[in-house]
């Protein structure tokens, strides 16, 4: 069983000790968050000379940690069960990119100078990248990856760029050095755009969001579950450090801009979510929008937070804290469970799954508490971070700026909009997958998760119920953050069953009640039914209005359930249709769906980019006489230069 | 300390009332209906007899239902008495009401919703799906209008807690709104359309290019099928009773209970009830079910009339300010 290349040791030996590990970071930094105060700092004798490691634990890093590590001993735990030998790379060096990758987000949270943050942001984006070409022999995987790659690294030039306006011409790269620099109003807003660029692309904000439902669904399910899950939220991470920390928040208009930009994000992932047909690509939209409720939630921080009400700019902090919290919880959880799908049916398209809840009763259960959550249903976690960044909105008519005070219960609807879509999209992904008949004959043959993969979507799901329940612990924890980048905490309300952010005459929630309600009532009425009337029951054919028989192709189908949403919401869809005629003996019915930024934006840009590389090759004529020239015409400028100056 | 269990008291009973009245209070719509086209109507204990007849019948349930098939009706009926204890409909000093404001009830909302469309597509029937496609479809559009209302009365007496609108309506009678009339009409759409009533569904007909909720129980029989029925009739209720809230608190025990004002606040409720359900079934009288594509327009129309009723309510403000 020890022998280092077998799986069994990967499987049963690294990553459980790798969960451990995961567990040990979140109560380390559990009990930062809830006992200390003051950051701590550790500069260790690494990297170049002169220019050693910096490291902090403060809040909001230990908050985002606690994030990391409570989610990925989940994932590492299923991943025990998971990973075999035979699929791409060999679990060996799987489990080995697989701990580097987390490690590198650890590093990236903690931490304090622009170089190691650097370091570590490229080590997480090459590792995951190896991650998702695991199954390298399939091309679409290869590109996939490449696409990944591209996006990662034109991300991490723009946020090198923008520490490189932050340090302010000290040339100074510790955040300390940052945080201290004072930047003209122009300087500032240009480093808080490279950021927002930077982390955008990384965390999948529209219109940088096309690797995202390419490379999380191509990457296997767990891996899915830690980029989907984890790795967005390093992004988030950054922008938050940046705007509210290094930059300390300037200008509304940034938070205009964030909160528009989140908004969009949000309704543009839910309706395209909303026609997925592949179950992880669903998922993958899924991201984009919650992505953009966090956003959403960031934006109007900083628009409360540059018109000095503090207190508001806390409710939402805490909303898009919570929210990353809450996301990190179920989207690991439904990936996880797609990769449990995935192994049972070697199916991942909605149009061949179905009846799951049959044949995987485990999977199924733990899933619909995470599909629950996510569709943002109290008295799960997902209702929580809604209801507080819902309950921001209601303050934005305090806003001194006339017009956006009117134009902004707007976005407060456009929000209700998506998170009702986000419920359609995951009945759509549940009843789908695990409800309904069996469209094809195979699935029959499903074997539920085994023991680890079961025990690593409780550990989730226990997640999803316990915030759900007691959201005064995620609001307090996230409350320390608040103060760190704000200055403000939002309290809960002291009694221990409800939260009421800011006066309990205002609104108050809790979700020990609803649970607790729920709970009794079911069981005084299934009882007092039992009591006062029967339990007679017998089974029998399904009635369906007295249609004589029924197959499982009369169910709706992945298409047939989004028709809907494409009938609505046409406009935001490349669509190509090719409907068959009445009297086709074989009707064939294709739709393709397309992202209209990939004709409108990506497409131009990948077009002109050979074309300029020609042009430039104009002056590579391949002569050394020719090279020289340029040499010298060099040492020319720079010899002017110099003596002009 | 005898005296901390009587608010508890007083929950219980509202609850109480709301789960018996709820079937009476469809009885009487259906009456009113059946009045005014000239119909003779069922008996106002219709509803009782059916849940009865349906309790004592034996459950068929279809061969590959699930837990969740099963598990679901009671779980809509639980959300339901969870609204009903929230909600003020006699007295606002009620220790659950503090579990939820507004828009924490709108997502409970959500959550039967949710359980009634799963339930739905679990037998996998043709039917089945239909409905839980166009009931989510419903409850997406009608959501945004609603938070709209919520933010309107926000606006007006800052707090979406409904028993703080309660006592902030009642004690200032005077403060009518121009935002208010908007946000009522607002309301009264999107009630229609999440109680699956006409124009967005009609709850009288097996009609399957029309129908929503009624496909979506198609395969429901006996106590499940009592339950649901019962749920939705306590769902009708609950969202009538949120709009005596927001829009006719007169009435509600706002300074505590006592028995005078228990029995004046009950007559009142009956009085509104019996208004609103009338009003309700002439509004279902006079209008046409909708094709289910004109669905989407007329709940943008419900938003836009809440969403024009915050404008007029932020420029009116802006006025008396300046």
């Known amino acids: 069983m020890l022998r280092p290349h077998s799986v069994r040791y990967v499987a049963r030996f690294l990553f459980p000790v790798g969960a451990l590990g995961s567990i040990a970071m979140f109560i380390g930094a559990a009990w930062y968050v809830f006992h200390a105060s003051a950051p701590e700092t550790i500069t260790l004798p690494l990297g170049l000379p002169d220019l050693p490691f910096h490291i902090r634990l403060d809040a909001l890093s230990a908050f985002f940690l606690m994030i990391l590590g409570l989610s990925s001993a989940g994932i590492s735990l299923f991943a025990a069960g ?22 590198s987000m650890a590093i990236v949270i903690l931490a304090d100078d622009a170089y190691l943050f650097m370091v570590a942001w490229e080590t997480m984006a090459l590792s995951s990248y190896f991650l998702v070409t695991s199954q390298h022999r399939i091309p679409e995987i290869r590109s996939a990856g490449f696409l990944y790659l591209l996006m990662a690294h034109l991300g991490a030039v723009c946020i090198l760029l923008s520490f490189g306006v932050m340090q302010g011409g000290s040339w100074q790269f510790t955040l300390d050095a940052m945080r201290g620099a004072s930047l003209s109003p122009f300087w500032a807003s240009v480093a808080f755009t490279l950021a927002l660029i ?15 439902p390419e490379a999380h669904p191509a990457a296997p399910s767990p891996v899915s579950a830690m980029m989907s899950g984890l790795m967005l939220k390093t992004a988030i991470y950054g922008l938050l450090r940046v705007t509210f920390d290094l930059l300390h928040v300037h200008f509304w208009q940034w938070g205009v801009a964030v909160l528009a930009l989140g908004l969009f994000s949000g309704l543009f992932g839910a309706i395209f979510a909303a026609v997925q047909t592949d179950m992880k690509r ?43 919290l809450n996301h990190s919880l179920f989207k690991s ?11 049972a049916t070697r199916q991942r398209s909605l149009g061949k799954l179905g009846g799951l809840i049959r044949y995987m009763p485990w999977v199924a259960t733990l899933a619909l508490i995470g599909t629950l959550a996510i569709a943002g249903l109290p008295p799960l976690n997902g209702f929580i971070s809604e209801w507080l960044l819902l309950q921001s909105f209601l303050f934005t008519p305090r806003l001194p700026h006339a017009f956006i005070n009117m134009l902004i219960p707007l976005g407060a609807a456009a929000l209700a909009l998506t998170v009702a879509l986000a419920a359609y999209v995951m009945v759509k992904f549940y009843g789908v997958i695990f409800l ?18 079961r025990l690593g979507l409780s550990w989730l799901a226990a997640g999803c119920i316990v915030i759900g329940v007691q959201p005064q612990l995620a609001l307090h924890a996230a409350g320390k953050a608040t103060r760190l980048l704000v200055g403000q905490a939002v309290v809960p309300d002291p009694s221990l069953w409800r939260i009421a952010p800011i006066a309990p005459a205002q609104a108050s929630y809790s979700g020990s009640i609803f649970l607790g309600v729920i709970v009794c009532v079911v069981a005084i009425t299934f009882l007092g039914v039992r009591l006062l009337a029967h339990g007679r029951m017998r089974r029998t054919a399904a009635w369906d209005c007295g249609y004589r028989w029924q197959t499982s192709r009369m169910q709706d189908t992945a298409e047939g359930f989004g028709q809907p949403i494409r009938h609505m919401f046409g406009a935001f869809f490349q669509m190509e249709r090719q409907l068959p005629s009445a009297d086709d003996m074989n009707p064939r019915y294709q739709m393709h769906i397309e992202d209209r930024f990939w004709r409108a934006m990506y497409r131009p840009i990948a077009a002109a ?13 391949g002569r050394l006489a020719i090279y020289l020239l340029y040499s010298f015409l060099t040492l020319l400028g720079l010899l002017v230069f110099v003596l002009w100056l | 300390m005898a005296l901390k269990f009587v608010p508890f008291m007083w929950q219980f009973g509202e609850v109480i009332l709301a789960v018996a009245l709820a079937p009476l209070f469809a009885g009487w719509i259906g009456q009113c209906r059946a009045w005014m086209q000239n119909r003779s109507a069922p008996p106002l204990t219709q509803q009782y007899r059916m849940l009865r007849k349906l309790f004592k019948k034996d459950v068929a349930l279809a061969e590959n239902a699930s837990r969740l098939y099963r598990t679901a009706p009671y779980v809509l009926f639980a959300t339901m008495v969870l609204v009903a204890a929230i909600t003020p409909s006699v007295v606002t000093d009620l220790p659950f009401a503090h579990a939820a404001d507004a828009i924490a009830l709108i997502g409970l909302f959500a959550t039967a919703r949710v359980f009634q469309a799963l339930a739905a597509m679990d037998i996998g029937t043709s039917f089945g799906t239909l409905g839980a496609r166009r009931e989510m479809m419903v409850g997406f559009l009608a959501e945004p209008a609603i938070l709209m209302v919520f933010f309107n009365a926000f606006l007006l007496f800052d707090s979406t807690a ?35 009533r006409i124009p967005i569904d009609n709850p009288a007909t097996h009609l399957e290019l029309t129908m929503i909720h009624e496909a979506m129980v198609l395969e429901y029989s006996a106590r499940h099928l009592a339950l649901v029925e019962w749920a939705s009739s306590l769902k009708l209720f609950n969202y009538v009773c949120i709009g005596i809230a927001l829009f006719l608190p007169w009435g509600i025990a706002i300074h505590g209970a006592n028995l005078i004002a228990i029995l004046i606040a009950l007559a009142a409720l009956s009085v509104k009830l019996a208004f609103c359900g009338a009003v309700l079934a002439l509004i279902e009288s006079l209008s046409a079910k909708l094709r289910i594509f004109r669905a989407p327009e007329f709940l943008a129309m419900a938003f836009l009339i809440a969403v024009l009723g915050l404008l007029v309510h932020l420029l009116l403000g802006a006025n008396t300010n300046a």
């Open chain 1, 82 to 103: 998971y990973f075999r030998s035979g699929e791409g790379t060999a679990p060996g060096v799987l489990g080995l990119y697989y701990h580097v990758f987390l490690a």
């Open chain 1, 198 to 212: 930077g982390f955008g692309a990384k965390a999948g904000l529209v219109p940088m969001h096309v690797w995202l």
């Open chain 1, 282 to 324: 669903l998922l993958a939209y899924s991201s984009i929008e919650n992505i953009g409720l966090i956003f959403t939630g960031i934006g109007l921080s900083i628009l409360f937070a540059a018109s000095h009400l503090l207190l508001f700019a806390a409710l939402a902090l805490s909303a898009a804290l919570i929210h990353a």
């Open chain 1, 333 to 343: 959880m439904l990936f996880l469970a797609t990769g449990s799908v995935l192994h």
């Open chain 1, 436 to 453: 309904g008949q069996p469209r094809e004959p195979s699935l029959q043959q499903a074997h539920d998760a085994n023991w680890l993969e």
């Open chain 1, 609 to 621: 980019v050979p074309r300029l590389a020609d042009a430039i090759s104009v002056l590579q004529g």
């Open chain 2, 162 to 196: 409904l028993t703080s609108l309660v006592d902030n309506y009642s004690t200032h009678p005077s403060v009518i709104d121009p935002s208010v009339i908007f946000a009522a009409i607002a309301f009264v759409m999107v009630l229609l359309a999440e109680n699956a």
